[in-house]
Structures are given as C-alpha cells and as structure tokens.
C-alpha cells in the first residue's frame, strides 16, 4: 500500500462538487487520496436545485439530457426507469429525484474502494490560505477546524440573490421581505389572503408563484420585471430536442451579440416554415456557444448581458409543459399578473407594503399594496457585489480573479483558476456557475457534468504527476502542524 496521502478539499456539495469528487474516486489512484468535501447547507448531492422534496417542482431539463456523465447520457434515464419504468428521455422529472440519483451516485463511487476516501464535513470554508505558491492551502472553517489541502476545487454554486436596486434600500431590513425564496419554509407564513409582489418573472418566480398557489390562495401575486419576459415551455412531446439545426453561418458571422441574434433568428424563420420548431435551433446552439461566447470581445459580452440576456434566457432556460400550463393558468384567471416596469419605491406602511412601480412606457407610476415582497431575480452574478467571505478573500488576496465581466472568476481552459497576477493556480480550481464569464453555458447538468469531469480529470493527471515532490514536500518539519 502506497503511504503519502493526497488531499483534495471540494468546497461545495451540490451538482458540481458532489460529480468532481465522484470523477475523483472513480479513477484509480496510485497513492492513498483523501477526499474532503466541505458543505454549508442542506445535505450533501443536492445544493438548492434538488434540495426539494415536493413532487411538483420538476426538472427544467428533460431526462434524457440529465445524466450525471457526459459519456453515458442514459445514465440518468436508467435510474429512473428502475423506479418508473415508463419514463422516456423526454419526460420532465422531479427534482428530488434527481437528488436521489446525485446522491447515489456520489454513495457508488465512495463504496468502491481503492486508495481514494470520502470524508464529509458539514461545515463553511471561510478562508484558504498557500503555505506556498504550489501548496498546500489550508482551508479554514467557520468551526475553527484547518484543513491541509494538496488541491481545492471551488464549487460554490448559487448564490443568494442581492437586493434589487432601490433610492432608499431600507425596505429591504422589513419582515415583510423575503430575499432567498429558497431558505426552506420561508414562504410558509405568507398570506394567502392578501397581494404578493413577487421581484423577477423568471423561472423562480414560476416556482415561487405556484408554490404560493396550492394552499387555497384567494388574493393575486404580481410579478415585475423590467420587461415582463417569462420562461417559455419546453415542446410537449417525447424526444429531448436534436442538436442538428445550428445555423450554417453563425459561427462564420461578424463575432457582435447583434450579429449572432440575426443569424438565428434568419435560421429559425427559415426552419419554420419547414417545420421546425424554434426549439431545435436553440438546442443547436448549445454545441457551440462556448465557442460564440469566447469570440465575443468583452464589450460585446457586455452588451449581450444588457440587452439581450432577458431573451436568451427565455428562450433558453425554458420549463416543463405541465409547470408552464399551471402557470398558464394563473396568468389566465388572473391570479397571477405578470407586469413589465421599474421599481421605484417599496415601504413599510402599517401593516401592508406600498409599492410605487412605473409600468413600462408610463412616465407616472402605480402605488401596489402588498402583504410581502419576495425577491425572485434569481442567484446574484456578480462576483464583485457578493458578500461571501471565502469569495472575498480568496479575491481579495489574490488566489483569483474575478473575470472581465464580473460575472465569475477567470480560469484556464481546464478550469485552473487565475491568481490576480495573471499565473494559472497550481492549488485552486472552479466549477459551477462561477465559470459563466468564462464559458456563458455554466448553469445545468448538460455543461456542468462537462466541467465536473474536465476538472477532476486534470487533478487527477496532476495529483499522479506530483508524487516525487510530494515525498520531498513530506518530509518532517515541512508541512505545517495544521493538518486536519
Ligand atoms: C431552483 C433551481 C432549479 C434548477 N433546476 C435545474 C434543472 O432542472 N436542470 C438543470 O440542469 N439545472 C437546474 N438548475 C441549475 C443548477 O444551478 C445546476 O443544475 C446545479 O444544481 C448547480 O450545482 P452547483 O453544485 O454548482 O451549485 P449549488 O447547487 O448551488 O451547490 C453549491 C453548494 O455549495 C455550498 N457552499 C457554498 N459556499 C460554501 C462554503 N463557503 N463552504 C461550504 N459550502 C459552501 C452550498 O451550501 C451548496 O450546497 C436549477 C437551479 C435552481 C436554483
């Protein structure tokens, strides 16, 4: 049995931490490797995506596409076929099922012995620092506890929405708003008898709306956003979409955010009256957005983060057919109204909430009265914005960067990050949605597990090529008396 010990610390356990530690410990090792993945909240395999336990919050992604391995894309569908054996890869699953199957497969890889072990701490990371350039860190929990680390993956995730901006943010200290609709039972001491303004008209607050909406609900929710775009639904029959519509001369256009719309939208009006839906061009493009989205210059990026995000998400993040005629629904009968608009003030006044909002085009606005606000913009995107005291550190001193656009940390093609002096990290990697100024595509299983596996399979190769310096760094005195 080999005698030095490798630790890997993953800091973060949902999708993407939870699938790098599982690359990590389904490949053979030549020495022992230990390892550690540290997790804030909620158990382990699940993060806030598939963390819940009600059978109506369904996945966004047909099976077909969920499968924890880039390699094996039925991998997902057979796990559920076991329970359901009429699931096809066009069904719309529940998320918690989809939990069940992380956390399974995550369990398999920990079971199948070798020299690699799994040590799980429920804990936060809030520091890491470098004994030396090339390591190792010792990562510092908000316990007290240090851990020595060989390598650590950043797989932070999500993070909790930030406060839409207002003249005055006082508002936002009240009762009566709810930031994170994602803080488990949260919504339920929201009144059913009295308006909800809900802030975003995405795929949270689709959630959040029909959520609001089981328990005998009697008084509408409103939903605003600056343009009042909702996820549109997913197409209603058995296949995921093909990857074979992309347009001919996207990749060839003038690299501009206008540039690339034109093409598209050319290629789908052309499809169509072929037949074709729209869908299959968005599911074309999927192949090669990454390579769209690095040709970009950054004063493009920026102006698609602009403009045109709000329909890319749309067209793109799109949602089941049975959630969306649920949704449908509401809209129809009125109990939900979904506006287009500017906040302009929120406030405290008795009991209820006065909303001043400016309805797009309207140069006066409406007063709402609601019983609560609940913030539905969706996770903060904006590394320099976060209050997180790893993220801040670890920019503050230089372990990374935030990217060009602030929307993630920058990072190599094999997802090394980059320290504020421009190095590759020899210690540090990413994973997760933190990589979307780097790749754009960052947020679900399809470019994730893509992630996961590059990620692990790189520290892997690295790991085995460092054992002779490793056995120097190891001998006595060398390491400090810190480890874990
Ligand atoms: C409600 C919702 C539904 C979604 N549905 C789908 C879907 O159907 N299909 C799809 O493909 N994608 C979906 N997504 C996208 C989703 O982001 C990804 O699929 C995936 O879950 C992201 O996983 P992650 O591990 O990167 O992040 P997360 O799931 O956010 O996990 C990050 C984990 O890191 C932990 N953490 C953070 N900081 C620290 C720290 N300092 N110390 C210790 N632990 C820390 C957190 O507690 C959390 O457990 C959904 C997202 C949401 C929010």
């Keep these: 049995m080999p005698d030095e010990t490798r630790t890997v610390v993953v800091i973060g356990a949902g999708f993407s931490g939870a699938m790098v530690t599982a690359h990590l410990l389904r490949r053979e090792h030549t020495a022992l490797l230990r390892v550690v993945l540290v997790n804030k909240s909620g158990p382990i395999a699940r993060g806030v995506a598939y963390g819940t336990r009600q059978s109506r919050h369904v996945l966004n992604v047909p099976a077909g596409r969920m499968s924890a391995f880039p390699a094996e894309e039925d991998h997902f569908l057979r796990f559920v076929q076991a329970r359901e054996p009429d699931t096809t890869g066009g069904t719309f699953v529940p998320r918690s099922t989809y939990g069940d199957y992380l956390a399974s497969v995550l369990h398999e890889a920990a079971q199948r012995g070798g020299h690699a072990t799994l040590t799980h701490v429920q804990d936060e990371a809030r520091r890491i620092d470098l004994v030396s350039e090339d390591g190792p860190a010792l990562v510092t929990l908000a316990s007290g506890r240090i ?126 009256r072929a037949g074709v839906d729209w869908r299959e061009v968005v599911a074309s493009l999927r192949p090669v957005t990454v390579r769209l989205w690095k040709a970009l210059p950054n004063r493009e990026k920026a102006r698609f983060l602009r403009h045109l995000r709000p329909y890319w998400d749309v067209h793109r993040h799109r949602v089941a057919p049975d959630l969306w005629r649920a949704y449908d629904g509401l809209r129809q009968c009125g109990d939900l109204q979904v506006r287009a608009g500017r906040l302009v003030s929120i406030t405290d006044v008795g009991e209820d909430v006065s909303v001043a909002f400016r309805p797009r085009g309207r140069r006066v606005a409406d007063e709402l009265r609601v019983a609560r606000v609940i913030n539905c913009t969706g996770p903060e995107g904006d590394v320099r914005a976060l209050q997180d005291p790893l993220i801040n550190q670890v920019v503050a001193d230089g372990l990374a960067r935030p990217d060009a656009l602030g929307i993630g940390l920058q990072v190599t093609d094999d997802l090394a990050c980059i320290t504020a002096d421009g190095r590759r990290s020899s210690v540090l990697s990413l994973v997760g949605p933190l990589l979307k100024g780097a790749f754009w595509e960052a947020t679900a299983v399809p470019e994730l597990r893509v992630h996961a596996a590059t990620a692990a399979a790189r520290l892997h190769r690295e790991l085995e090529a460092s054992l002779p310096s490793l056995r120097r760094r190891r001998e006595p005195g060398v390491v400090p008396s810190l480890r874990a």
């Design 147 to 272: 851990i020595t680390a060989d390598r650590v993956v950043l797989a932070l995730g999500n993070y909790t929405p930030s406060n839409p901006p207002l003249a005055d943010g006082s508002f936002y200290e009240s009762a009566r708003y709810i930031r994170d609709p994602w803080t488990p039972g949260v919504l339920q001491d929201v009144p059913a008898d009295r308006p909800v303004l809900l802030i975003g008209t995405g795929l949270t607050m689709l959630d959040v709306a029909l959520d609001l909406s089981q328990g005998g609900r009697t008084a509408p929710l409103v939903a605003v956003s600056r343009r009042g775009l909702t996820p549109l639904p997913h197409r209603d029959h058995g296949s995921p979409p093909s990857y074979g519509h992309l347009p001919p001369d996207l990749v060839a256009v003038e690299p501009t955010a206008v540039a690339c719309l034109r093409a598209v939208r050319r290629h789908v009006r052309m499809l169509e």
